[in-house]
């Protein structure tokens, strides 16, 4: 299939803005990478993208991190690594929350990668202990959000039907992204009608996932933003190495055929979708 339509025929590639709402592009596995993947990517027309928060060493890096660069980041502690979190760290989070919330020039945009995962309780020695710690960390969490009236990134696996409907309990009313998200359609649009948009990337490239396709095709444009969860979630036609957010034109053509609309109209709904999330989003 053609993936530029008749309206683009003149639009070149590099014409499209491309955002990456969630790459972990910090990670030490960048160390001597980093340039040539983000040269690559911004020639292929990626301008901005999203660093999620994960432990609170990093939190207190990630905005230094991001100075003079168009990379922008969330603040939070993810429950991967819950057994690295210590009791101060939440009053750390808060500090460091504020901070950058009072700072004109490098705001934090969301909270996150905060959550639930079940999956990775399961496999704990105690996993009802592992789910209540779990859920601690991320109500915490969540009224943090509440208090800076922030949204949210969200990691959640296993539990979406419990997450959504808690929140909606609680009247959370800032929306954010459920990342990577892979659940039923009716779980899909639970999350829609809280607010939230939907994180895809490397798991629909993969030739089994065609239940993910199919609701990826029968719901709006508007659910969806682009992520590649850089360097997880390695796609389907990277046979090596590492994810990466040169990938994101690449999941917009993707986005495009299951839509059966031009990649012009994927781009800029990408970042509509994410302004509408994060109002202070450079793009
Ligand atoms: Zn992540």
Redesign the pocket.
Known sequence: MNLLDSNDQECAPTDLIWIDS?C?FDFPQWHSQRDEHWQLAQTLGVQSLII?G?TIEQNQQVAQFCADTPWQFALGL?PYFLAQHGDNDLDALERLLSRTVESQQSPAIAVG?IGLDWVLAKQADDPDAARAQQWQLFEAQVVLAERYQLPLIL?IRGCHDQAASWLRRRRFSFGGIV??FSGSEQQAKAWLDLGFKLGIGGAMTFPRANKLRNTISSLPLSAWVLET?AP?MRPAFFRQGVSSPVAIPLYGAILATLKQVSLMEVSVQNQNNLLSLFPGLKT
Do not use: N, R, S
């Open positions: 969630h972990h999620p994960i993810h990668e990691h990342h990577a969860d997880d």
